[in-house]
């Protein structure tokens, strides 16, 4: 079967670095996303990772490694506002995403 | 640009009762999703749609229909409710399935069933 494997939970200091990790296991690749999501709106993307590598867009990266099937989302300069879920999903062969079940991210002053 | 719109945003039902959620958007995207997000898993698809006038079954579709009659449109309807169907539900859109196409969703619309 299909699976994305993220923690259910982490906990941040303001102003400092954590690093969101997910796992896949899926029926091929076409692409990783990850989203965010505050309690009780809807997902927004934040990044798109589709070769290996980083990829850098402000305060947030994404890196992907297709052969160990894993990618991790890196946010810096913690904020209050970072307090969200962030969601993992894949693409698999049939271009139909797969969803983690998100990582709740609590920040604390 | 409103974006997704979708209504309403709350509702209770009881067993037995029949509904429908309405999902509009304005960006002129082909791909249309109904998802439905419960505590301790991912985004679950229910149906969806590649254009207008055409519909697609996801993993979850059973107990749910769906229609597009026109292409800015997305109807989730259930027929017969069931206490299994609460959830929040969210629509979503996107301009294709490839590529960095992102999906744009709705602000979710909370169903319980009783």
């Known amino acids: 079967g299909q699976n994305i494997d993220q923690p259910t939970e982490m906990t941040a200091t303001e102003g400092a670095i954590v690093q969101i990790n997910c796992t896949y296991q899926t029926s091929g690749f076409n692409g990783l996303f990850w989203y965010q999501q505050h309690a009780g709106e809807a997902p927004t993307f934040l990044s798109y990772?589709?070769l290996d590598g980083l990829e850098e867009k402000g305060r947030f990266s994404s890196f992907l490694s297709r052969s160990k099937g894993y990618s991790y989302l890196l946010l810096k300069e913690l904020q209050m506002k970072d307090s969200a879920s962030y969601l993992c999903a894949v693409r698999d062969s049939n271009y139909q995403l797969i969803w983690g079940a998100g990582t709740k991210l609590i920040i604390k002053p | 640009n409103a974006g997704v719109t979708q209504t309403p945003k709350f509702r209770v039902l009881k067993t037995g009762q029949s509904m429908t959620l309405l999902c509009a958007q304005d960006?002129?995207?082909?791909?249309m999703y109904w998802y439905r997000q419960d505590p301790g898993m991912g985004l679950r698809l229910i149906h969806y749609s590649v254009g207008e006038g055409t519909t697609a079954k996801g993993e979850v579709p059973d107990g749910y229909n769906v229609s597009r009659l026109k292409k800015q449109n997305f109807l989730l309807g259930l027929e017969s409710a069931a206490p299994s169907q609460t959830s929040v539900y969210f629509c979503?859109?996107?301009?294709?399935?490839?590529?960095?196409?992102?999906?744009?969703f709705g602000a979710g619309s909370r169903l319980t069933v009783l």
């Open positions: 960006m002129n995207h082909e791909y």
């Open positions: 979503a859109s996107s301009e294709d399935s490839s590529g960095a196409n992102v999906l744009t």
């Open positions: 990772n589709v």
